[in-house]
């Protein structure tokens, strides 16, 4: 199965976040196929 992960997402599971879900952690660990969005990057970026 492949994933789009949200902004937070991304930026929770990359500074240890609390906030993110165990599931979410699980999928992210996973061998899982994982895609972040332009969009994202672009959030990220202003």
């Given amino acids: 199965m492949e994933y789009l992960l949200d902004t937070h997402t991304f ?7 609390k906030r993110i879900s165990p599931t979410a952690v699980s999928i ?3 061998n899982e ?3 972040i969005s332009y969009v994202s990057i672009w959030e990220m970026a202003i």
């Fill in 11 to 17: 930026l929770w599971h990359a500074m240890d976040d």
């Fill in 28 to 30: 992210i660990e996973s």
């Fill in 33 to 35: 196929k994982l895609w």
